[in-house]
């Protein structure tokens, strides 16, 4: 097996390489938009912790936790929380 | 021209796939610290939660050029890469960010906080207050409040939660002559203009914000801004600035709701009494006549 390569002083050479990991898989409830009721006001993408709302407020599942904070900020209640099912 | 959602930048320099908890303050934090930095800044980040969750060796989460050295000396660093850009006369150009947890900031990274401000060196120190040291398993800090149960400072029959009130910090910073604010994510645009200003001042700047943490305070993971919005609102985080030591409140709560809504919502607190409630409420309410009176005076706060 090759060896990882550990660089000097164990610096990262690629920035934002953490997109590689995508944390959906920890999500137990996933946020879904009704985009009739949303009015883009921008509140879930603007107290997204995890970037998983892109600027047209459509939420990538690769990276949302399912933590809900879209869910319950949203004022027009355009977002619900489902249950993730296999 | 850069685009804006609700006047706040769409570039993102934090990214995504990190391992904070869900419903994360201070993740939410640093996203929009970094979005007020753009793209010419150095950060510099204690040991602390934000440390561990974005830079999982190999991979790291930070989009500039990022540096981790030790609990304590987060402001050290900060010190002598001001110094090395001076030299390089890159300094004008180039934005100095640094990030401490309230352990890093209030306990731990004082001493060295206090030496940089003292030397009057100039850089952008945002203290994400979490209000105990999280990422080590909820020990109590100076930033605890009083009354929290965290795992040093347990409720139980001998003492309920933490014994002492939270440590003054921001007023520590004042008096070191720093351009002082304190903040809260519920608010990212006042957030992102008080990184800016401290960025622009010229010397040390300390912006604390406040940032909720549902693993540590043990609430809903949906409501880390409920929580932030009920603290700003029971005016337990007044927002305020101190420029030359001069106190300006940012803004003020439009009515009155008793400390006792944002307590109840975490598990933190769920063993208090009435009495003790009463003990907060009275402490909350002298700090904010103590504000006002400074806002109203206009004398200098330390």
Redesign the interface.
Known sequence: MKKPKITVGAVIEEPGSTIKNKTGGWRSFRPVRDKKKCTKCGLCWQFCPDNAINENFDVNYDYCKGCGICANICPFKAIKMVKEEK | ME?T??G?S?E?F????????????V??AA?HALKAAGKNTIVVTATSCLEVF???????????PWIHGAFENAAAIASGIDRALKTLGKRKDTNLLVFGGDGGTFDIGLQALSGAAERDQNFCYVCLDNAAYMNTGIQRSGATPKYASTTTSPAGKIIHGKTEFKKPMPFIMAAHGAYVATAN?TF?LDFINKVKKGLAFDGPAYIQVYVPC?TGWKF???????IAKLAFETKITPLYEIEKGILTISRKPAKEIPVKEYLKLQGRFKHVTDDEIRDIQQHVNNEWKRLLELEKNKSRVC
């Open positions: 685009k959602i609700a706040i769409t993102e934090f990214a995504s796939g990190h391992r904070a908890c869900a419903g994360c303050g993740a939410l996203r974005s830079t999982p060796y190999p991979e790291t989460s930070w989009r500039v994510i990212p549902p809903a993971n949906n409501l880390t801004i409920d």
